[in-house]
């Protein structure tokens, strides 16, 4: 099992920042991808980053170049640093984390949730 914590979400005006954590304990494999998703009210849950144990990245398209994905495998934390906030932002954020077991065999674990709210 993976436990993730979550924090840094919070109230922000557009063109602001913010820098979201991600904590992972538990039985992580040395093969994972740890990512970022977000959900806006009435909205699917949408890719924003992730980032592989070799930390190779990848980007939704509506954040590429606003936001950065990094992760530190000493502390096993993923962060999410959102620059340029906009209005369209808004969303609970969820940490993820995916156990690479085999080929054809992904463990995927969740956090609870951070909401992040831009508004002016």
């Known amino acids: 099992q993976v436990q993730l914590v979550e924090s840094g979400g919070g109230l922000v005006q557009p063109g602001g920042s913010l820098r979201l954590s991600c904590a992972a304990s538990?039985?992580?494999?040395?093969?994972?991808?740890m990512a970022w998703y977000r959900q806006a009210p009435g909205k699917e849950r949408e890719l924003v980053a992730t980032?592989?144990?070799?930390?190779?990245?990848n980007y939704g398209d509506s954040v590429k170049g606003r936001f950065t994905i990094s992760r530190d495998n000493a502390k096993n934390t993923v962060y999410l640093q959102m620059n340029s906030l906009k209005p369209e932002d808004t969303a609970v954020y969820y940490c993820n984390v995916k156990n690479h077991v085999t080929a054809a065999l992904t463990l995927d674990y969740w956090g609870q949730g951070t909401q992040v709210t831009v508004f002016s």
């Open positions: 980032i592989t144990s070799g930390t190779r990245t």
């Open positions: 538990g039985s992580i494999f040395s093969v994972n991808t």
